[in-house]
T-cell receptor, first 109, second 115 residues
Framework: RKEVEQDPGPFNVPEGATVAFNCTYS??????FFWYRQDCRKEPKLLMS???SGNEDGRFTAQLNRASQYISLLIRDSKLSDSATYLC??????????FGAGTRLFVKA | DTGVSQDPRHKITKRGQNVTFRCDPI?????LYWYRQTLGQGPEFLTY????????KSRLLSDRFSAERPKGSFSTLEIQRTEQGDSAMYLC?????????????FGEGSRLTVL
């Protein structure tokens, strides 16, 4: 079983749609959680951290459920520029950062 | 540009040749990581330095791979006797320990093609 699992997609959605991505992690000792965004043939960049209380950054909302070892990302009012791969990332403490394989999103006009 | 820089950006080599990649992290960052990414996969951890000390190596890092960070600044990743399975994007990242945000700052990567 992979340490971080994501639906690879692709998700094809029209502009303005709401789309949700899910992620599960296997290590219950995981300490911190993130979503990264990776554009085609570019490096990953931090999108947002994920907290147990849930957090929002503009059109993006992230949720963490430690009991179910589940992380989610909700994107509202999708833009063409949101098209990218979204990587679910778990830190086990210190330097141990594990990336999921990513979920691909295509937003169509 | 004060971000993470990697060189070369692209490398095409024949099987059996040695290749070396260089990473210059953000100057004040004491943590440096190497990851490998293949198509359709997320980055896979290879190795980690804190300052000049290599503190962790993944099982993915066979004996043909060696990494150094001699003065705690730039780092090199060498692959000896390359194999076609080594073809991938090699990503370097850095972070600042005391910031403890968990954010890794990646370079644009070095894409390796082994023929």
């Amino acid at each position: 079983r992979k340490e971080v699992e994501q639906d690879p997609g692709p998700f094809n959605v029209p502009e303005g749609a709401t789309v949700a991505f899910n992620c599960t992690y296997s290590n219950s000792a995981s300490q911190s959680f993130f979503w990264y965004r990776q554009d085609c043939r570019k490096e990953p960049k931090l999108l947002m951290s994920v907290y147990s209380s849930g957090n929002e950054d503009g059109r993006f909302t992230a949720q963490l459920n430690r009991a179910s070892q589940y992380i989610s990302l909700l994107i509202r009012d999708s833009k063409l520029s949101d098209s990218a791969t979204y990587l679910c990332v778990v830190n086990l403490g210190g330097f141990k950062t594990i990336f999921g394989a990513g979920t691909r999103l295509f937003v169509k006009a | 540009d004060t971000g993470v820089s990697q060189d070369p950006r692209h490398k095409i080599t024949k099987r059996g040749q040695n290749v070396t990649f260089r990473c210059d992290p953000i100057s004040e960052h004491n943590r440096l990581y190497w990851y490998r990414q293949t198509l359709g996969q997320g980055p896979e951890f290879l190795t980690y330095f804190q300052n000049e000390a290599q503190l962790e190596k993944s099982r993915l890092l066979s004996d043909r791979f060696s990494a150094e960070r001699p003065k705690g600044s730039f780092s090199t990743l060498e692959i000896q006797r390359t194999e076609q399975g080594d073809s991938a994007m090699y990503l370097c990242a850095s972070s600042l320990e005391i910031a403890n945000t968990g954010e890794l700052f990646f370079g644009e990567g070095s894409r390796l093609t082994v023929l």
